[in-house]
C-alpha cells in the first residue's frame, strides 16, 4: 500500500483545515489499489467522506462530480489520481467554491 500518497492527503487535509465531508475523486484502478490506506487516514483524522469513481470516459464528469458534492455536502473535494483527473477535479472544485486536496497518482 503506497503510503505517501495517504500522507500526502493527510498532510494536506490538516494544513487546509479540512474537516470534511470530503468528496475523494478516483479512478476504480487508484479506488481498489489505495481505499484501505485513505480510510485509516481518515479516520485518524475524524473525517466524513465518500468515493466519487471518475470514468474518465464521461464528457459530463465535471458536472456529475459537482452533482455528487452537492448531495453529499461536501466542504472539499480530494482528488487522486492522473493529470486528466485532477484537470476536471480542479474545475470542479472551482466551479463549487471547495477546498481542493489534490495528490498525482499514476497506478501500476
Known amino acids: 500500500m503506497p503510503c505517501f500518497d ?15 465531508p470530503l468528496l475523494i475523486v478516483a479512478s476504480s ?7 484501505p490506506s485513505w480510510e485509516t487516514v481518515l479516520r485518524t483524522l475524524n473525517i466524513s467522506y465518500r468515493v466519487f469513481v471518475f470514468s474518465e470516459n464521461s464528457s459530463h464528469e ?8 452537492c448531495d453529499f455536502h461536501a466542504t472539499a473535494l480530494a482528488v487522486i489520481g492522473t493529470q486528466n483527473i485532477l484537470r ?21
Do not use: F, M, W
Open 6 to 20: 495517504s500522507d500526502a492527503l493527510a498532510e494536506q487535509c490538516t494544513t487546509l483545515h479540512i474537516c470534511g
Open 62 to 69: 465535471r458536472d456529475e462530480i459537482l452533482k455528487e458534492a
Open 29 to 35: 484502478r487508484t479506488v481498489t489499489e489505495l481505499a
Open 88 to 108: 476536471v477535479a480542479r474545475l470542479a472544485a472551482s466551479q463549487s467554491n471547495l477546498q481542493l486536496v489534490s495528490v498525482l497518482y499514476e497506478p501500476h
